[in-house]
């Protein structure tokens, strides 16, 4: 019940394409959803998190949706570039105590 | 301002031998995360600190893993004996915790190969 489940593992998108990736979580106490985007070499970084008052959030090219009674949530990056090409982590927790359940990573490349 | 500092970069080390990790929070973060994250998962929670109290250690292997943080300010994670299957990168976060600004800002880990 504390899984988060993240596809798919790998992603190809051609530049200027939309790129999407999904996660589905069964905890109904989670209330805190942040997407994370790590290069290679480095620590993960957050990119956007969403709380479930809202179904959509929106951060220049990227964003959540979020469906709560499906238990799911998805990252759209538009016009994807070269330099989005990164492995891509969502996540869940309990929004007071932050302890966050992670996926096992989408591995996007976007081709030129 | 300054991110989150670990060192050493890379370890290498054979089995049955131990080792230690360290990390410097961002300065004035009350809480600090130890992850592991082998290669080709998400990272996977080890110990939780708020100040230098432990809030979380559940899924820390406490006979072979040990932390603490010293004044509520730097931390060491150490392995003893370390195996085979502690070949993983061992990240730092830390967060204020205060408000609404829960974001945790990780370090770029330690790469720790046992061979």
């Known amino acids: 019940q504390q899984q988060v489940k993240q596809s798919p593992q790998s992603l190809i998108v051609q530049k200027g394409g939309i790129s999407i990736i999904n996660c589905a979580y069964e905890?109904?106490?989670?209330?805190?959803f942040p997407w994370y985007q790590q290069f290679p070499g480095k620590g993960p970084a957050l990119l956007i998190a969403?709380?479930?008052d809202v179904s959509e959030k929106k951060e220049g090219r990227f964003t959540i949706s979020f469906n709560k009674s499906a238990k799911q949530f998805s990252l759209h990056i538009m016009d994807s570039q070269p330099g989005d090409s990164a492995t891509y982590f969502c996540?869940?927790?309990?929004?007071?105590?932050?302890?966050?359940?992670w996926g096992a990573g989408t591995k996007l490349i976007i081709k030129p | 301002e300054a991110g989150v500092a670990q060192s050493p970069r890379y370890k290498i080390i054979e089995k049955r031998q131990s080792v230690a990790f360290w990390c410097n929070p961002i300065?004035?973060?009350?809480?600090l995360y130890w992850y592991q994250q082998i290669l080709g998962q998400g990272p996977k929670l080890l110990i939780q600190?708020?100040?230098?109290?432990?809030?979380?250690d559940s899924q820390l292997p406490k006979d072979r893993f040990s932390a603490e943080r010293l004044k509520g300010v730097d931390s060491t994670l150490k392995i003893q004996p370390a195996k085979l299957e502690d070949s993983a990168v061992y990240l730092c976060?830390?967060?204020?915790?205060?408000?609404?600004?829960?974001?945790?800002?990780f370090g770029q880990g330690t790469r720790l190969t046992v061979v």
């Open positions: 996540a869940a927790a309990i929004y007071s105590n932050y302890q966050l359940i």
């Open positions: 905890n109904t106490a989670f209330d805190y």
């Open positions: 969403i709380r479930p």
């Open positions: 300065s004035g973060h009350a809480t």
């Open positions: 600190f708020q100040n230098n109290g432990v809030v979380d």
């Open positions: 976060a830390s967060s204020a915790q205060t408000g609404k600004n829960t974001e945790a800002f």
